[in-house]
């Protein structure tokens, strides 16, 4: 029997029981109480979910990109926030794995499996052209001194340990790996945001934080490698997510429909229900292919650049979409604050800017696919 096939579907199977009875009972209430709620991160810790893609060497389960997709995709059919919770820290682990010195890796992936690491590119300054940040870092002998505030951090405030982004020279990115617990750092303003309430997303400040040469991810002027290289696996990931969300919302849809009465007849007997209905599992089948397709080719060691982004630039559209004709499904219940329908919307939503703006997504598939076929 192929191991790694038994192993895979034994976590799958844990983490379906897990959504099933810890996260989905509680997906309205950490929308409206904007928090997870029943001690879920504990849970998350205990069950060892923040470790399933770290690899063995550092006390991790190993698991591929591929397996750790589905698992992002059985949450998110709980609930979204959790998921895009989990995503922020693996696309993170992912990024000290690919370029982190030995001696980074030694200090940090052991405390991955109970520490949440953050990645932070955006400054008030703006998030989709990275050279215009300010926050930056000076080479004082062999010490690096960082200065700067970087905003909208998904997990800011509830991470630990963040890559941050900052200039070396006025047009030179790299990143550093800084700590909750270091002198000079502190958090800062949390975010309101629409959708996602489950996610802490917040500020940091570093004034003057010292690190040493190995805090240094990659090399001086990698910035942008990096950053492209944490947008590819987050996006990966959140075309699961929103996946979650569609079969969600086809979940509320198909149960409604079936039991809804127009008179004698259940409304999925007609036509314009079943047209929402069959758009919305098309949209869904077609994110989900889009993300494993990514992830097999993440894990094949092939480019998967331009599925990731497709996975979400399409995903989030017909996220919000599906959204708006689960909504209409549900008639007036749709509506309501008592439904989930309305925050499934405002979840997917947040994913149209989140690791890269639709626009910014769709710039770079259209120069992809110019440069394959010049
Ligand atoms: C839920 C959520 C979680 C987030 N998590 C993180 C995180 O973990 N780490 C992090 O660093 N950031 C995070 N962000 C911030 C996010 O990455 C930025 O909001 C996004 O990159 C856009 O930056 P901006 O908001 O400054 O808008 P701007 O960059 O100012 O863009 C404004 C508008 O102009 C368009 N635009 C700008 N430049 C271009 C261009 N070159 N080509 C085409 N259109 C363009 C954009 O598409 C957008 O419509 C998060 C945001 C959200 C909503």
Known sequence: MDQNKTSREILLRMVKSFTENEVAPFDMEIDHTRSYVNDLLNKIKKTDLLSTMLPKEYGGAGFDGSTTAEMINEIARGNASLAVTLEGHFKSIDQIVKFGNQALKDEYLPQAKSRIIAFSMTEPSGGSNPLGINSHAEHVGDKWIINGDKIMITNGGLAEIYCVLVKTAPEEL??????????????????????????????????????????????????????????????????????????????????????????????????????????????????????????????????????????????????????????????????????????????????????????????????IEAKNRA
């Open 174 to 367: 790299s990143f550093f790996v800084v700590d909750k617990d270091m002198e000079g750092f502190e958090f800062g303003k949390q975010e309101n945001f629409l959708g996602l309430t489950g996610v802490p997303v917040g500020e940091i400040v570093m004034n003057n934080i010292e690190v040493d040469e190995n805090h240094l991810l990659g090399k001086v002027g990698m910035g942008k490698e990096i950053g492209d290289s944490a947008h590819n696996d987050a996006r990966v990931l959140m075309g699961a997510v929103l996946t979650g969300i569609m079969e969600h919302e086809l979940d509320i849809v198909t149960d409604y429909a079936t039991h809804r009465k127009a008179i004698d007849t259940p409304i999925i007997q007609m036509q314009g229900i079943q047209r929402k209905v069959a758009d919305i599992a098309i949209a869904k089948e077609t994110t989900k292919l889009l993300y494993q397709k990514a992830a097999w080719l993440k894990d094949n060691r092939q480019d998967y650049e331009e599925e990731a982004a497709m996975a979400k630039a399409y995903g989030s559209r017909s996220a919000v979409k599906s959204g708006a004709d689960a909504l209409q499904i549900l008639g007036g219940y749709g509506y309501s604050l008592d439904y989930p329908v309305e925050h499934l919307i405002r979840d997917a939503r947040a994913m149209e800017l989140a690791e890269g703006t639709v626009e910014k997504m769709r710039t770079e598939i259209a120069l």
